[in-house]
């Protein structure tokens, strides 16, 4: 027994499946050992701190959101206006890329500059959406109609960048709307006592609109970068994540000014459960936490592919459901539990189908 296991060649003679999957199974060892070899110690560090930072960064925004509502807080133009905030974060990472890289400055024509300030808008009220979302709805809750951004962001992208489907992605994209459905059909099981029906059925739609902007805005990101840029790098997304956030938070700047909500924020921190320093705590986090996902997003996408960032995109979605029941005891039904997994299905079939699109492209 111990001599036939020890013979590799004696498996791999042998006829049948098995003899088929271990032979696939040294094909993608091979593949992998290759492709960590191609690449740095460096790289692979920055690699796994960016996919940590999405799958951290963004479901602690997430619930730092639903703590915001939960404890006291109102206003959904404080807790948009926290999401791009910290955008000089950003800028921080951005200087280096000048001066230890040597890249130069994208040159800011007229055309760009309109397109910065339309993106910037766009993801003001994307922001605006996703709060009444957050105000209303269980952070669990919250997350998975989120998911459906990637419905969207294929439809516009096929329609807007000349994007390619296959059927594979178009069974991931009706795969995730299924499962959209089940948590509307199960709507009363997991409303708050405080939240009447109206306003979770105007959660529920704010949330879908948001996710369908959300799919907007990259869309309409890919074409600036292939009509106006002409290039695809890391410092050139980075520029554009700068200027957008900054043209955002000066659009819900004037909102909030128009509404007087700042006024407000003095006395929503006094009666804030925990008091005015967990007030100005969840704010900050809220700040850096969002930004810090976006950071990890976009290194993601260069340092690896698409296909990577699309499966940590998938993962935080569990990730976030998981850590607001646990932290936040959201209520967990069994249809929100189906639907959670019909996400994952969609995700993984959307994320294969991208995989195969993108092999055939670069081959």
Request: glycine share 8%.
């Amino acid at each position: 027994m111990e001599g036939g296991l020890s013979n590799p060649s004696s498996v791999s003679s042998t006829s049948g499946p098995c003899s088929h999957l271990w032979a696939r199974f040294i094909t993608l060892r091979t593949n992998i050992w290759e492709t960590y070899q191609s690449k740095t110690i460096s790289h692979w560090i920055l690699l796994l701190l960016s996919s940590l930072g999405m799958l951290v960064a963004f479901p602690a925004s997430s619930l730092l959101s639903r703590i915001y509502f939960s404890n006291g807080g109102t206003s959904k133009w404080i807790i948009s206006w926290v999401a791009v905030a910290g955008w000089p974060l950003s800028a921080i990472m951005l200087l280096p890329t000048y001066f230890i890289c040597k890249t130069l400055p994208t040159p800011l024509t007229l055309k760009l500059a309109i397109s910065y300030i339309l993106l910037g808008f766009l993801s003001a009220a994307d922001n605006l959406m996703y709060a009444y979302a957050y105000a209303y709805l269980p952070a669990s809750t919250a997350a998975l109609l989120a998911s459906s951004s990637l419905v969207f962001s294929a439809i516009f992208g096929y329609f807007i960048a000349k994007n390619r489907l296959n059927a594979s992605m178009v069974n991931g994209i009706a795969i995730i709307t299924a499962a959209m459905s089940i948590i509307a059909l199960d709507s009363s099981s997991d409303r708050y006592g405080n939240v009447t029906s109206s306003q979770y059925i105007l959660g529920f739609f704010w949330d879908i609109m948001g996710s369908a902007l959300h799919g907007l805005i990259f869309a309409l990101s890919e074409l600036v970068f292939i009509k106006l840029v002409g290039r695809l790098s890391f410092h050139v997304v980075l520029e554009q994540q700068v200027m957008v956030s900054f043209f955002a938070f000066m659009f819900i700047t004037i909102g909030i000014l128009v509404n007087k909500d700042f006024r407000g924020m003095a006395h929503e921190a006094e009666t804030f459960k925990g008091g005015k320093s967990s007030y100005q705590l969840v704010l900050v986090w809220s700040a850096i936490t969002f930004q810090l996902g976006v950071l990890g997003g976009t290194a993601v996408l260069f340092l690896s592919s698409t296909v990577l960032a699309g499966v940590l995109n998938a993962v935080r979605v569990p990730l976030t459901g998981i850590a607001a029941v646990i932290l936040l005891d959201d209520p967990m039904s069994g249809f929100k539990i189906l639907s959670l997994v019909i996400t994952f299905w969609g995700f993984g079939s959307y994320i294969y189908g991208n995989a195969n699109v993108s092999n055939k492209a670069s081959s």
